[in-house]
């Protein structure tokens, strides 16, 4: 069985502040797929990134970032300089590889950017 | 890029009655789809996953009674909620596994609210 746990509820930033959300993942899988979304108030899931288990390389994307740690089985985001239009929630996500493969999404962080 | 729709976005229908969300592919043959619940302020819950022309498998604790799925194309997939009661409202988020790459692609959900 698969685990994600995203200890952060809420997290409440002023604009222009970093901020990282935490992922702590679980698999008995030796390959698995690692995902961040995140979901505006309208609802619909924007998918952010994928990462691949053999693959720890961190990655940046605009301001966006992305720190995978297998030793300690943690895939962390980073959102530098945010802005309001950042506010929603992410959600971490694990998933098998495969045919079958399944996707296994922690509950959240609500991320709230206020002027 | 590979587009999921959904229909109806929103529904609300009355305690005992069936109501049928439709879950399509545009753009892409999708060789499995799946189905999610998010009850507010909570994680997506995998129902069951669906491959085309032949039965769902149901996540431990969904009834497939109650849950009705049917994958008849490889661009459509249905999901009818039987005698619906208010417990059952929620959103109901699909996604379809295809294309080029083999990503999982999100729907935007349908709100469904049983009085």
């Known amino acids: 069985a698969q685990k994600v746990t995203q200890a952060q509820t809420e997290i409440s930033v002023v604009e222009k502040e970093d901020v990282t959300l935490d992922c702590v993942y679980e698999?008995?899988?030796?390959?698995?797929?690692l995902f961040w979304y995140k979901q505006p108030p309208s609802g619909e899931l924007v998918f952010l990134i994928r990462r691949n288990s053999f693959d720890e390389q961190n990655e940046i994307s605009g301001r966006y970032s992305w720190n995978f740690q297998k030793s300690t089985s943690s895939f962390n985001f980073t959102i530098t300089a945010s802005q309001v239009v950042d506010s929603a929630v992410y959600f971490c996500a694990v998933g098998t590889t495969g045919t079958a493969s399944k996707l296994t999404f922690g509950t959240g962080t609500r991320l709230q950017v206020t002027l | 890029g590979a587009v999921v729709s959904q229909h109806p976005s929103w529904v609300i229908c009355k305690s005992g009655t069936s109501v049928k969300i439709e879950c399509r592919s545009l753009?892409?043959?999708?060789?499995?789809m799946f189905w999610y619940r998010q009850f507010p302020k909570q994680s997506l819950m995998l129902m069951a996953t669906?491959?085309?022309?032949?039965?769902?498998?149901?996540e431990q604790g969904v009834e497939k009674d109650k849950f009705l799925i049917n994958h008849a194309s490889l661009t459509l997939s249905t999901l009818t909620v039987t005698s619906a009661h208010p417990e059952d409202s929620s959103f109901y988020i699909c996604?379809?596994?295809?294309?080029?790459?083999?990503?999982?692609?999100f729907g935007p959900g349908t709100r469904l609210t049983v009085t």
């Open positions: 996604s379809a596994r295809g294309g080029t790459s083999n990503e999982q692609y």
């Open positions: 669906s491959n085309e022309g032949s039965k769902a498998t149901y």
């Open positions: 698999t008995r899988d030796t390959t698995y797929y």
């Open positions: 753009d892409f043959q999708a060789t499995t």
